[in-house]
């Protein structure tokens, strides 16, 4: 049983922080650069993004679950329990927060995309903070990434 849970741990790293790259840094922008249709290519990357927050937050479950079960209160004094911690809130920060406020911003624009309505401005700064949090989370998933053994010692 050991071993299933060390695979699982080392698993959904790996789904996590591999979806964050190759969804935000190389799905995205091919879908930008080759769709042709802006608005096209925001909505499927957006599902994409919705995705790999979900990814994420199951993720972030199991390593906290499986970080606490190991270690006990001895998790709380570990870089990789608090990378996965913030990490999360990340996640959840953009999937509970950012992302519906986002989501409206463009209902709320209709019939016009947002872009081409006077919400373009709020929505870009929203889009901004998104991508800067993006970034800071698939810093720290390299981050754990690397210290991910140290996890298992």
Do not use: C
């Not at 789904?15 to 091919?30: K, S």
């Not at 209160?73 to 913030?86: E, M, N, P, T």
């Amino acid at each position: 049983m050991r071993k299933i849970s060390e695979a699982l741990y080392l698993a959904s790293v790996t789904l996590w922080v591999g979806g964050l790259w190759a969804i935000g840094y190389i799905t995205a922008p091919i879908l930008f650069a080759n769709l042709g249709d802006r608005q096209l290519a925001g909505m499927v990357a957006g599902k994409l993004f919705a995705m790999i927050g979900w990814i994420g937050l199951g993720s972030a479950a199991y390593l906290l679950a499986f970080l606490l079960v190991r270690w006990g209160g001895r998790a709380f004094k570990s870089a990789v329990f608090w990378l996965v911690v913030l990490m999360a809130l990340l996640a959840a920060a953009s999937q509970f927060g950012i992302q519906p406020l986002m989501v409206q911003l463009k209902a709320d624009a209709l019939p016009r995309e947002v872009m081409e309505s006077v919400l373009r401005d709020r929505f870009a700064a929203w889009h901004g903070i998104s991508s800067i949090l993006y970034l800071v989370q698939s810093v720290l998933g390299l981050w754990l990434v690397v210290s991910a053994n140290k996890g298992l010692k």
